[in-house]
């Protein structure tokens, strides 16, 4: 069974300091694995996911299978960047498709 | 296009009724997928419906249950329903492209079960 751990409820820091949001997952297979955000009165959206390598509004996440973890980073935190952060699991299976497993969730707060 | 779209907003039911919610998927889209997020957890996955067919289920109990139609939308009922019940449920839909399954959400029905 796949299991995604988010340890902190809640991060908290202010405008200009750099971020980092932890995700820690357990999965016997090989990982997909993505960060979701929902910001205040929106929708869950797909923020990026490790296969695309990229980065998105600053965001940058590296999958490391040695330490199964797949942090989200940013090096300057914006005020506009505060909302709820989910890391999750993607099973494939054999047939192809494919079920999310979520964590917890952080909450990310930038003071100005 | 809307993208993904669910009703109702939220409602409010009794221990033992039971519920039915909707959900359009985004245009294009084939697969459904239901997910409950109660307070303060992350989503967790009911099922899956694709080509009129729940192919995967998470651990949730027979009161759950659902159904695709002919044009992808979704239905997602629950029966005897419980305290615990409550919560946020979430749509989500996909199909493959490349070789990979990017799920879009809905907003969301807000169950309160009293």
């Known amino acids: 069974a796949q299991r995604v751990t988010q340890p902190e409820k809640l991060l908290s820091v202010f405008k200009g300091a750099p971020v980092e949001l932890k995700c820690n997952y357990s999965?016997?297979?090989?990982?997909?694995l993505f960060w979701y955000v929902q910001y205040s009165r929106q929708r869950l959206q797909l923020l990026l996911r490790h296969i695309s390598r990229e980065s998105i509004k600053g965001f940058t996440a590296d999958l490391n299978k040695g330490e199964t973890s797949f942090h989200l980073k940013k090096p300057f935190a914006q005020e506009e960047d505060s909302a709820m952060y989910y890391c999750?699991?993607?099973?494939?299976?054999?047939?192809?498709?494919?079920?999310?497993?979520f964590g917890k969730g952080t909450m990310l707060l930038v003071s100005p | 296009d809307a993208g993904v779209t669910q009703s109702p907003t939220h409602l409010i039911k009794t221990r033992g009724q039971q519920v039915t919610l909707r959900c359009s998927p985004k245009?294009?889209?084939?697969?459904v997928s239901w997910y409950q997020q109660a307070l303060g957890q992350g989503p967790q996955f009911i099922f899956q419906?694709?080509?009129?067919?729940?192919?995967q289920r998470g651990n949730f109990p027979d009161r759950f249950s659902g159904h695709q139609f002919p044009n992808y939308s979704s239905e997602l009922n629950v029966n005897a329903l419980l305290l615990g019940d409550s919560a946020l449920y979430l749509c989500?839909?996909?199909?493959?492209?490349?070789?990979?399954?990017?799920?879009?959400f809905g907003p969301g029905t807000r169950l309160t079960v009293t």
């Open positions: 419906y694709y080509e009129e067919e729940e192919r």
């Open positions: 245009s294009g889209h084939d697969t």
């Open positions: 999965y016997s297979g090989s990982p997909e």
């Open positions: 989500a839909s996909s199909s493959l492209q490349g070789g990979i399954y990017e799920q879009y």
């Open positions: 999750a699991l993607s099973a494939r299976l054999n047939s192809g498709y494919s079920t999310l497993t």
